[in-house]
């Protein structure tokens, strides 16, 4: 398997370049003009990507997820949500990466079977990158108002949170 995996790219990019060659289609000059093309995208999406980059780092280095969670240990304790998985329901609206790695985590700490697990798991799956999402491409392609967009997102989010809270308990 592992062979496999690791052949699966170089074989798309023979694929391609025996299909362009049956086509005759010069892939090296198509490919060239193509990176022109997308460089001026890059440039574009570099800022939003670096503005992105940067307030999450500001958010994970200032600790206040620490504060937020010690303030809502009791209210969540009181009606039974574990505080472990917390973290990955804020940041991963934030960061996928970032989600996933806490997601490892977990996996490390309680065993990739154990409710807490299980939880923070669909939660990853089930909800999205909104923050990223709306920062790098509506900056990209120069969307200011970004009100309705955001709170939708956001929304959608904490909904999909709720539900995991309520439907995985219903099969763990």
């Known amino acids: 398997m592992k062979m496999i995996s690791s052949l699966f790219i170089p074989i ?35 800022f939003s990507l670096l503005a992105m980059i940067f307030g999450v780092n500001i958010f994970l280095n200032s600790g206040i997820i620490d504060y ?26 934030l960061s996928g990466s970032f989600g996933l790695a806490l997601l490892n985590d ?40 970004i009100r309705y967009a955001l709170w939708a997102g956001l929304l959608t989010d904490l909904f999909m949170v709720l539900l995991a809270l309520i439907i995985v308990p219903l099969f763990f």
């Open 68 to 93: 937020f969670l010690q303030f809502l240990k009791p209210f969540l304790l009181l009606i039974h949500i574990p505080t472990e998985v917390l973290p990955v329901a804020i940041m991963r609206p």
């Open 106 to 145: 977990m996996y490390k700490v309680y065993g990739p079977d154990s409710f807490i697990s299980v939880l923070a798991s669909v939660i990853q799956g089930s909800s999205d990158t909104t923050i990223y999402v709306i920062t790098l491409y509506f900056g990209t392609i120069g969307i200011k108002k």
């Open 12 to 46: 798309i990019v023979l694929t391609v370049i025996i299909y362009g060659a049956y086509k005759k289609i010069n892939v090296y000059d198509s490919f060239v003009s193509g990176a022109k093309e997308g460089l001026p995208m890059v440039k574009q999406m570099f």
